[in-house]
């Protein structure tokens, strides 16, 4: 299938399914943490004397940060697992995304991978299922109706040669937080053009407001950003054209891209060091009220519901950059994905606890105001259940989604994404000439080819 018709299909499978849900589908028909199989109820390996040890099984994770939502979820349908399956031990280890990519690429190298980590999809998963690392999940999908839990599409960024290695945890779009208090004070109106976003940074910096937060030292959110730059110079496609040969990074449509980004990073949108700041840090800086704005995927939805600046948030589409582009063309994020080792010693075990987790996953998510941006359906009156006014507009804002473009490192290989994560990290720390920074893109896509 086409990826990028296939994921503009995943996004608007995703408002439909949001949109009953909000409107206040039956939030009583998901059995919660009874739900599951029962494979692991006595779990254990049995010695050859009728005996059974205990087993651990090692969850890796990107839900490190205590103040998000999603690391109290994840603990706690680990611990009823615990309690209903004795015999099993849940061993959680959480990093950053960035932590989490380097520590998996490590233990890939010596096939130690953990009995569930966490990929991303397409381009990023390749290498490590030609590689043989990760157990397909056909059969464990079939259970229990797991597979029907997801939105229609999105399991297919994750599927190679018919067979399934990974379980979404998200469908994303990008766009941009504000914290409306920091807004008044400074006396600035949301943008409604690139041009526009640049002057608001340089009047609330004029105010002693730090304008945007961002964690650099994670390179992905730096590159998360500057393709919605690109999206709007050039419309939807631009690195599937360089593939394809239409197109080299010398284009002007690139090139203009690049002096767009480089203009907000010198008119002092971000932080001081902010490529020494991770995700987290990075974010925590806005949940705390300490910067104006946030670019970021909707997934951050949840730990902004949660946090202290919560009922002084709203959000706004990322605008049009030199005249050029749709406000509705989104940066689209299939999420983060937990596959299973092939390698792993407890592999029945460990599907029918990612089976379980899955299962629950929704509901847990919902309950914690962490269902905004979920890869699965969910149920529950959005509205009634307490999420905020900025949450609603969220949502909303999945129903207008008519294209948009794929992050970088989920579109082209390994190798030319790390030069370009490169390039881009570096103009957070000194401007460079955008023709310079085209030709490092370019060297680095034809010397990874």
Not at 308 to 337: Q, R
Request: net charge negative; with cysteine; glycine share 10%.
């Amino acid at each position: 299938m086409n990826k990028m018709n296939g994921i503009l299909k995943v996004v608007m499978a995703g408002t439909l399914a949001l949109s009953l849900a909000a409107c206040g589908a039956n939030n009583g028909n998901n059995e919660g943490t009874n739900a599951g199989t029962n494979a692991g109820t006595n779990a254990g390996t049995d010695n050859g004397g009728g005996k059974k040890e205990d087993i651990t099984i090692t969850f890796q994770n990107i839900y490190p940060d205590p103040t998000d939502p999603k690391n109290g979820m994840i603990k706690k349908i680990v611990a009823q697992y615990e309690k209903d399956h004795p015999g099993v031990k849940i061993e959680l280890d959480s990093l950053n995304t960035d932590q989490q990519k380097v520590k998996l690429k490590t233990q890939a190298a010596s096939r130690e991978v953990p009995d569930i980590t966490i990929v991303n999809p397409a381009a990023q998963m390749k290498p490590f299922v030609d590689a043989k690392l990760f157990a397909p999940l056909n059969d464990m999908v079939a259970e229990n109706g797991l597979k029907d839990t997801f939105q229609e599409g999105i399991l297919d960024f994750y599927s190679f040669d018919d067979n399934l290695y990974a379980l979404p945890d998200g469908n994303n779009i990008g766009l941009v937080y504000y914290n409306k208090e920091l807004f008044d004070q400074a006396g600035v109106k949301v943008p409604t053009t690139f041009e526009e976003m640049v002057q608001v940074v340089k009047d609330l910096k004029a105010k002693g407001i730090q304008p945007m937060a961002i964690g650099e030292k994670d390179t992905w959110t730096g590159s998360f950003l500057f393709m919605n730059v690109l999206l709007r110079t050039n419309g939807p496609g631009f690195l599937q054209e360089v593939i394809d040969g239409k197109k080299t990074f010398e284009d002007p449509a690139f090139t203009e891209a690049v002096d767009a980004f480089q203009s907000l990073i010198q008119a002092g949108a971000f932080q001081e060091g902010a490529t020494s700041f991770d995700y987290n840090a990075g974010e925590n800086l806005f949940k705390t009220g300490k910067a104006a704005m946030y670019y970021m995927g909707s997934w951050a939805t949840g730990g902004i519901e949660t946090s202290s600046v919560n009922g002084k948030v709203g959000v706004f589409k990322f605008p049009t950059v030199n005249g050029k582009g749709d406000v509705n063309e989104f940066m689209l994020a299939p999420g983060s994905a937990f596959a299973i080792s092939a390698d792993s010693k407890h592999l029945e075990e460990t599907k029918d606890f990612l089976n379980y987790f899955m299962l629950n996953f929704p509901k847990e998510a919902f309950e914690v105001k962490g269902a905004v941006g979920l890869a699965q359906k969910v149920e529950g009156d959005f509205k009634a259940a307490g999420y905020s006014d900025m949450a609603m507009e969220v949502l909303g804002m999945f129903k207008d989604v008519k294209g948009g473009d794929l992050a970088f490192d989920n579109t082209m290989n390994p190798g030319t994404a790390q030069g370009h994560l490169t390039s881009i990290q570096n103009l957070f720390v000194q401007k460079m000439e955008s023709a310079k920074v085209s030709k490092e893109h370019q060297s680095a896509y034809d010397s990874n080819k």
